[in-house]
């Protein structure tokens, strides 16, 4: 038998490029949505992860019917109601009680379960690749990718959407700026407590006291399973936060002491995960050949519950250029600013941005504009929902 040399193991020979029109690199929910909807315009699309299967990830376990009827127009509408678990509306806590009982229909699932039914949901015209993208190159005529196996792509569209993922950018030279650091940590962990054991479909308490440096609790069904998420103004490494992981029950108990009096005892069960949030922005992206979507362009707060929207509505927005770029030759950056200059994408990442940055400082910043904004505030939405109580007392309960 004779030798084989360590340069041949580890360098794969060179390979013909295969030709498509979209490479997508990135099988989050923004990347597979994209690959499925442009796929549905005709184009020849390559989807490329390096999971063949996504794995546990905390992040964006609740969505709206609008983010449900993207996935339905992206054409994979069936594989999400498959796998998302509907309920019927939020009841809202503030002040002390409860001062809303909303009916709109809401969905909820582990990212990762919705994430590999989304991939399963794909149709054959799709190619999916799973493999680590070793070399890429852009210009304003076809994008080159090399995977780690000497695979490689030609295309005219490269698609990053990489989500918090940081490879890919990095291989283009795109810069990112953190827009607020350590901006908020978010809690998930599932309780022992079943769906029938509260009165609500799903919940959303928030804590008043500027000291506790909390956005809100939401408690919803997953599955079988009652799921909750605490978004708050902290960082991963202080003391509090190690105490709400080790004691998770005795802390909501302190800084929402209304919770178990109003629904009664309650219990978790398993692992409770953290992850800590910075807004994060990338600059010097409008160059030819490649589009970034989703969290891969920027971040937002999961508070805010725009995340996946952003995402979706990028797609969305994405999906209105093709036909006119692939009409004609080339993919410049004069192209590609097109779907960043989109007035309907500004719009949504602004007001995504926006709701982000105002919900922290409302909650923490300690100049005197802020805190006479939180005194007016309060004393207007308690003033409007006592008017509301007086004319509508059944609209929302006790």
Same mark, same amino acid.
Request: hydrophobic residues 40%; aromatic residues 10%; contains cysteine.
């Given at each position: 038998?004779?030798?084989?040399?360590?340069?041949?193991?580890?360098?794969?020979?060179?390979?013909?490029?295969?030709?498509?029109?979209?490479?997508?690199?990135?099988?989050?929910?923004?990347?597979?949505?994209?690959?499925?909807?442009?796929?549905?315009?005709?184009?020849?699309?390559?989807?490329?992860?390096?999971?063949?299967?996504?794995?546990?990830?905390?992040?964006?376990?609740?969505?709206?019917?609008?983010?449900?009827? #993207?996935?339905?127009?992206?054409?994979?509408?069936?594989?999400?109601?498959?796998?998302?678990?509907?309920?019927?509306?939020?009841?809202?806590?503030?002040?002390?009680?409860?001062?809303?009982?909303?009916?709109?229909?809401?969905?909820?699932?582990? #990212?990762?379960?919705?994430?590999?039914?989304?991939?399963?949901?794909?149709?054959?015209?799709?190619?999916?690749?799973?493999?680590?993208?070793?070399?890429?190159?852009?210009?304003?005529?076809?994008?080159?990718?090399? @995977?780690?196996?000497?695979?490689?792509?030609?295309?005219?569209?490269?698609?990053?959407?990489?989500?918090?993922?940081?490879?890919?950018?990095?291989?283009?030279?795109?810069?990112?700026?953190?827009?607020?650091?350590?901006?908020?940590?978010?809690?998930?962990?599932?309780?022992?407590?079943?769906?029938?054991?509260?009165?609500?479909?799903?919940?959303?308490?928030?804590?008043?006291?500027?000291?506790?440096?909390?956005?809100?609790?939401?408690?919803?069904?997953?599955?079988?399973?009652?799921?909750?998420?605490?978004?708050?103004?902290?960082?991963?490494?202080?003391?509090?936060?190690?105490?709400?992981?080790?004691?998770?029950?005795?802390?909501?108990?302190?800084?929402?002491?209304?919770?178990?009096?109003?629904?009664?005892?309650?219990?978790?069960?398993?692992?409770?995960?953290?992850?800590?949030?910075? @807004?994060?922005?990338?600059?010097?992206?409008?160059?030819?050949?490649?589009?970034?979507?989703?969290?891969?362009?920027?971040?937002?707060?999961?508070?805010?519950?725009?995340?996946?929207?952003?995402?979706?509505?990028?797609?969305?927005?994405?999906?209105?250029?093709?036909?006119?770029?692939?009409?004609?030759?080339?993919?410049?950056?004069?192209?590609?600013?097109?779907?960043?200059?989109?007035?309907?994408?500004?719009?949504?990442?602004?007001?995504?941005?926006?709701?982000?940055?105002?919900?922290?400082?409302?909650?923490?910043?300690?100049?005197?504009?802020?805190?006479?904004?939180?005194?007016?505030?309060?004393?207007?939405?308690?003033?409007? #929902?006592?008017?509301?109580?007086?004319?509508?007392?059944?609209?929302?309960?006790?």
């Amino acid at each position: 038998m004779v030798p084989i040399e360590e340069s041949s193991r580890t360098a794969p020979l060179p390979q013909e490029p295969v030709w498509r029109d979209i490479v997508v690199i990135g099988a989050g929910v923004a990347g597979t949505s994209a690959a499925s909807a442009f796929a549905r315009q005709g184009l020849s699309v390559v989807l490329i992860d390096v999971h063949a299967r996504h794995p546990i990830d905390f992040r964006a376990e609740k969505i709206g019917s609008q983010q449900m009827d #993207y996935l339905e127009a992206f054409g994979l509408g069936e594989a999400a109601y498959g796998q998302m678990t509907p309920f019927d509306g939020v009841w809202v806590h503030r002040f002390g009680r409860i001062i809303e009982k909303k009916t709109t229909r809401e969905y909820a699932s582990h #990212y990762e379960d919705i994430v590999n039914a989304l991939r399963e949901g794909l149709s054959p015209a799709v190619e999916v690749v799973i493999g680590r993208v070793d070399t890429l190159e852009t210009s304003d005529d076809r994008q080159q990718v090399v @995977l780690a196996d000497g695979k490689r792509y030609s295309t005219r569209l490269l698609i990053v959407a990489t989500g918090l993922g940081d490879t890919i950018r990095r291989k283009l030279g795109i810069e990112r700026e953190v827009i607020s650091a350590n901006h908020s940590l978010a809690f998930g962990f599932d309780l022992t407590n079943k769906a029938a054991d509260f009165p609500f479909p799903s919940l959303i308490y928030t804590s008043e006291a500027p000291r506790d440096k909390a956005a809100y609790l939401t408690v919803f069904p997953v599955g079988d399973k009652m799921r909750a998420n605490l978004f708050c103004y902290r960082e991963v490494t202080e003391a509090w936060s190690h105490a709400f992981r080790k004691d998770t029950v005795a802390s909501l108990r302190n800084f929402m002491p209304d919770l178990e009096r109003l629904f009664g005892p309650i219990g978790t069960a398993g692992h409770v995960t953290a992850r800590p949030i910075d @807004l994060i922005r990338v600059k010097g992206h409008r160059r030819p050949g490649a589009v970034l979507l989703g969290d891969a362009f920027f971040t937002v707060c999961p508070s805010s519950g725009t995340g996946m929207d952003k995402a979706l509505h990028d797609v969305d927005r994405l999906s209105h250029y093709l036909p006119q770029w692939f009409s004609t030759p080339g993919m410049s950056a004069g192209k590609i600013g097109q779907f960043y200059d989109d007035p309907l994408k500004q719009e949504r990442d602004t007001h995504a941005v926006g709701i982000s940055v105002r919900a922290r400082s409302m909650r923490m910043d300690k100049g005197p504009i802020w805190q006479a904004r939180r005194l007016k505030s309060a004393v207007l939405v308690r003033a409007a #929902y006592r008017v509301r109580d007086v004319f509508r007392p059944a609209a929302f309960g006790g």
